[in-house]
Nanobody
Framework: QLQASGGGLVQAGDSLRLSCAAS????????MGWFRQFPGKEREFVAS???????????DSVKGRFTISRDNADDMVNTVYLQMSSLRPEDTAVYYC????????????????WGQGTQVTVSS
């Protein structure tokens, strides 16, 4: 189960941190990711973190502004974060967290499990 939180309304240049609590058996063996969806558009990749917590990947549009991390301290609940800085109006979207157990899908940014979205709105 994936539970995302932390969205809200901020001004351009502000920071915001999204959280996603992933619960379940062997949750630490899942790769985690964040995606976002603009109105009328397909969901797009934002960032991902490997199950080990070290390897991270970012979309070019957020590189240098967003940071993904995860907390694997609890065997039954892992939390993945998306720290967003220098936010822009074009970052306004619904953000979704995702999880994947198949190790071969990490490199192609494919995820099987999805949480509900959280709205992020950046005003100019």
């Amino acid at each position: 189960q994936l539970q995302a939180s932390g969205g809200g309304l901020v001004q351009a240049g502000d920071s915001l941190r999204l959280s996603c609590a992933a619960s379940g058996r062997a949750v630490a063996s899942y790769d985690m990711g964040w995606f976002r969806q603009f109105p009328g558009k397909e969901r797009e990749f934002v960032a991902s973190v490997h199950r080990g917590g070290v390897l991270t990947v970012y979309a070019d549009s957020v590189k240098g502004r967003f940071t993904i991390s995860r907390d694997n301290a609890d065997d039954m609940v892992n939390t993945v974060y998306l720290q967003m800085s220098s936010l822009r109006p074009e970052d306004t979207a619904v953000y979704y967290c995702a999880a994947e157990s198949n190790i071969y899908r990490f490199s192609v940014r494919k995820f099987s499990y999805w949480g509900q979205g959280t709205q992020v709105t950046v005003s100019s």
